[in-house]
């Protein structure tokens, strides 16, 4: 899990917060951890630094927009050098949410508006909830519209799903917070693109 201070506050506000289902690893007391962006070296290293280099461009783009590109990038290089690895988790055929797609999508041109959202979600929303909180569910309510067209384009995607895994629970708290007209249309478009956490959204439809 990572996670991102807001600004004019103690919050931290997660960006990721993922169960990598084959993180596995063989590795023996006392044995160096080598690592190198020109080849895969051992898994344990090749793990470790691909969760780095994805955590560390997710930071960037919420602090700039497109400022994680190249640790995307960096991000991808380890997921080519690792093709050859008997390890699970690096091949597109191994399945459809593993560490290939997650890098895949972060360099795919296809989710550039998700990054945008995630800049404009904490600088121009999170960041400005001290000041303006109004202003800044406003401006969170009005991008889930956009996070539900790239959802209709890419239904199923990784990225999308990573988003809302992080993001659900603070999306009810902050959206609770507005008027009923408010918290009405966004369930609307939460309740169809993240369904996997509509008892979540339902204290919005519910509330009074």
Sequence with gaps: ??????????????????SDKDFNFSYSEGQPLDYSDQNFTNNLSSLLAYYAYVILGMDYDSFLQFGGTPYYTKAQ???????????????AFEGLRNR?????????????PLREILYDYHRNGLDV?????????????SLLPKVQSIDKQQQGSMLNQIFFTAKADELVNIISM???????????????????????????????
């Design 77 to 91: 290089g380890v997921i080519n050098n690792a093709q050859n690895s008997s390890f699970p988790g690096w091949k």
């Design 129 to 141: 909830m001290s000041e303006n909180p109004a202003k800044a569910r406003k401006l969170i309510v």
């Design 178 to 208: 507005g008027d009923q007209q408010e918290r009405i249309k966004a369930y609307t478009v939460l309740s169809q693109i993240d369904p996997a956490n509509i008892t979540k959204y339902d204290v919005l439809k519910n509330q009074k």
């Design 1 to 18: 899990q990572s996670s991102r201070p807001i600004y004019g506050t103690s919050y931290n506000s997660t960006i990721l917060n993922i």
């Design 100 to 112: 290939y797609w997650l890098a895949e999508n972060l360099n795919n041109k296809i989710y550039s």
